[in-house]
């Protein structure tokens, strides 16, 4: 109930601004949030789009703009899908399942009519803290799965100076802080661009207008890797946080990145061996992610592009993540292998207020570093899936604050058989085939 308080305090201090001076408002595209050249905050947005709400000055130094959407969508899909959120986000198609008579269970029409990815947002400036400007910036929706749940998406407080900036609090993970495709659907290309959000210290070196370098230590808090049962999911006993490397380049046309990522878990504090008898152990898993985009943006014309190569990312939305290569038949204790996947997507664009827009993604299981244990545990995602393809039309159109999306999202599926013997790699496979409907209209305030 907390977050239900702090939002009438919140909507009480707009209602009761007698005392506050009100700052019209500027036409911003909703994509474009004023948050830094590294943060990007709306993955649905409007180029059409006026903040409605204006902004409240309290004194020389304070503003907040309220913001946000309202946004409904229907979705129909003609088999079982793998997905997150109630079905929201639809990633790819499920396997074929047989009954005794030979007939696929999963062959099966899904549809449904949703609000839950409506949301608000709060943009607050603050005082000048030294020679740093401040800035606070809080974000939630209702998509928490499984019913309406309040989700907190990001929260964050950011100081920036002349040459650099620093961002502390919950924001897009920066190996998946890159720019969003022009899509409808809610998956934002998952599972072909990565996808995760946690708290973390960044900061921002600016050399020059156009260039930034940028380190990071992200802790795993809304979306994590999958640790040992014994663990219960605590990512506290992770030796270190996530580190992040990149390079980025921005200039009004063209914006491109390299990015880096090195993380080290502990899967378990402690492992019992047949008997029964518990051990201590300290065992780690280390594996690193590269990953580049690049977007250019001319008149009505966009391209986005990007992809990557990387080992147990499944946290990102990424097939794969690690398993087991050996027990110790005295102390159960237990050795780890990741797994490798790459990733590729593509998006083209055209127009303002009719916008056609093609998306194409695929994604390719590698296997695993090393041989894995045959039906050994396996910490990760979609580990008898071979490859991912999809193909996405959309057409959008803007009117003010009004957007209307059509899409229809064709995604292909390689299932198949686990050969321990060759790095756990996906063989013997065959294709499952989906396509998905869907009709979305927003309206930013």
């Known amino acids: 109930m907390k977050i239900y308080h702090q939002l009438l305090i919140v909507f009480s201090l707009y209602a009761a601004t007698t005392s506050a001076q009100v700052v019209p408002s500027d036409t911003v595209a909703k994509g474009q949030t004023s948050t830094g050249s590294t943060v990007s905050t709306q993955d649905i947005s409007s180029e059409t789009a006026k903040e409605l709400i204006p902004a ?25 899908i793998v997905g997150a959120s109630d079905g929201l986000f639809g990633f790819f198609p499920a396997d074929h399942f047989y009954d005794s008579n030979g007939d696929d269970l999963n062959e099966v029409v899904r549809q449904n009519f949703s609000t839950q990815a409506t949301r608000f947002t709060a943009t607050l400036d603050g005082p000048k803290l030294g020679k740093a400007t401040s800035k606070a910036y809080v974000e939630f929706d209702f998509s928490g799965g499984n019913t309406v749940n309040v989700r907190l998406r990001q929260a964050w407080a950011k100081f920036g100076w002349q040459k650099g900036e620093l961002l502390l609090g919950k924001a897009w993970n920066p190996f998946s802080d890159v720019p969003f495709p022009y899509v409808a659907g809610l998956h934002i290309g998952i599972p072909f661009r990565q996808f995760n959000r946690g708290d973390q210290i960044r900061y921002t070196f600016k050399p020059t207008d156009r260039l930034n370098l940028v380190v990071a230590g992200v802790y795993q808090t809304e979306h ?103 027990i110790d038949e005295k102390t159960g204790r237990r050795t780890y292998s990741t ?62 604050q009004w957007t209307i999306q059509a899409e229809v999202d064709y995604d292909l599926a390689g299932y198949g058989s686990i050969d321990y013997a060759d790095h756990g790699k996906v063989k013997d496979t065959h294709n499952v085939s989906a396509v998905r409907g869907l009709f979305a209209t927003t309206f930013f305030f």
């Open 56 to 80: 409240i000055k309290f004194g020389d130094e304070i503003k907040v703009r309220l913001g946000g959407f309202f946004r409904a969508e229907y979705y129909v899909d003609n088999r079982e």
């Open 224 to 326: 994590k890797s999958i640790l040992e049962e014994s663990s219960n999911s605590d990512i506290r006993q992770n030796p270190t946080p996530e580190f992040h490397l990149q390079l980025r380049y921005a200039s009004p046309v063209v914006s491109a990145g390299i990015l880096g990522e090195f993380k080290s878990l502990r899967p378990a504090t402690k492992i019992a061996n047949e008997d029964g008898s518990v051990y201590k152990t300290d065992e780690k898993v280390n594996s690193y992610a590269l990953s580049y985009y690049l977007q250019v943006i001319k008149g009505k014309f966009g391209l986005k592009t990007g992809g990557l190569y990387g080992s147990n990312l499944s946290e990102y939305f990424q097939q794969g993540g690690y398993a087991v290569k050996s």
């Open 339 to 400: 797994s490798k996947v790459t990733s590729y997507w593509l998006n083209l664009s055209y127009g303002k207020t009719w916008a056609p827009s093609l998306f194409v993604g695929y994604s390719k299981n590698l296997g695993f570093n090393d041989n894995i244990l045959a039906g050994g545990d396996f910490f990760g995602r979609w580990q008898n899936v071979d490859h991912i393809f999809r193909v996405s039309p959309s057409l959008k159109f803007s009117h003010k």
